[in-house]
C-alpha cells in the first residue's frame, strides 16, 4: 500500500504519503490563495522525499470539504486526474474528519473550519475517528455549546464560542492525519463496493462537499420588457 493523500480545502495545501504503517513523508504549506499553484510541487515534494515514484502510489485521496469552491475544486480534480494516469483508484474523505482525527482528543467535541461570511463549517464527533452528526454550515454563535472545539474556525471565533474550549490541536486538515485515516480504511475488505455504494463511514468517491451554492452564479436571462 502506498496511499497519496492532499487537501485543499482550507488555506493549508497540504500532501503526505503513507505505506499503509506509517507517514514516509508530509508537506505543508498555509497560503489561502495559491493552492492551484502549491499542490503539484508539494506533491513531488513528498514523493522525492520519500524516495518513490509517482507510479508507486496504490490509491490516491483526497479531502473532499466542506470548503470554498475554488480551492476545493483544485484538490478533487487532481486527485481523479492521477488516479486515472495511474490507474488506481481516487477517494474522498471528509476535510473535518481529517481535522479530527489529527486532534489526538478522546471524548466528544466539535471540529470548526473557516466557512467565510461569518459562519463556519463544522461537525460533531465522538471520537478521532467517529463523526455523530454533520458536516453542516453556521454562525459560530449557534454551535452546540459545552463540547470542547477544534479547528481554525474555532480559534477565528474564540471569543463567541468561548476561549476555554478551544483546544490546541491543529488547525488544519494536515495530509499526515487525512493519509494515516484513510490507510486504516483501505484495509478492509470490499473497500471499493462499500464506498461506492455510498455507505461507507468514512471513504467516499471523490467529490466535493460545498454546503452552499458558490458565491459567482451563471446569470438569468434578462427580463422581457412590455412596451
Given amino acids: 500500500m502506498l496511499v497519496l493523500a492532499f487537501d485543499t480545502a482550507t488555506p493549508a495545501v497540504t500532501a503526505a504519503l503513507h505505506d499503509g504503517e506509517r507517514v514516509l513523508a508530509e ?12 499542490l503539484v510541487p508539494t506533491i513531488e515534494t513528498v514523493l522525492r522525499e520519500a524516495g518513490v515514484a509517482l507510479g508507486d502510489v496504490t490509491a490516491v485521496v483526497a479531502g473532499s470539504g466542506p470548503g470554498p469552491y475554488t480551492g476545493l475544486r483544485v484538490g478533487l480534480m487532481t486527485a481523479q486526474a492521477l488516479a486515472t494516469s495511474l490507474g488506481v483508484p481516487a477517494y474522498g474523505v471528509c476535510t473535518l474528519d481529517a481535522v479530527a482525527y489529527g486532534s489526538g482528543l478522546a471524548g466528544p467535541f466539535l471540529v470548526a473550519t473557516d466557512a467565510r461570511r461569518k459562519e463556519v463549517f463544522w461537525g ?34 474564540a471569543e463567541i464560542v ?34 461506492e455504494s455510498g455507505t461507507h463511514p468514512v471513504l467516499s468517491l471523490p467529490r466535493p462537499i460545498y454546503l452552499r451554492r458558490p458565491d459567482a452564479q451563471v446569470p438569468s436571462a434578462p427580463k422581457k420588457v412590455s412596451a
Avoid at 28 to 36: E, P
Avoid at 146 to 157: D, H, I
Avoid at 162 to 183: H, I
Fill in 124 to 157: 460533531h464527533y465522538e471520537d478521532p475517528r467517529v463523526r455523530l452528526s454533520g458536516p453542516s454550515v453556521d454562525r459560530p454563535q449557534d454551535l452546540p455549546g459545552e463540547l470542547p472545539l477544534v479547528g481554525a474556525g474555532a480559534r477565528m471565533y
Fill in 162 to 195: 468561548g476561549p476555554s474550549r478551544v483546544t490546541g490541536a491543529p488547525e488544519y486538515p494536515f495530509a499526515g492525519a487525512l493519509a494515516a485515516l484513510a490507510a486504516e480504511q483501505l484495509g478492509e475488505p470490499d473497500v471499493r463496493e462499500v464506498v
Fill in 27 to 38: 508537506s505543508t504549506t498555509v497560503d489561502a490563495r495559491r493552492h492551484g499553484e502549491l
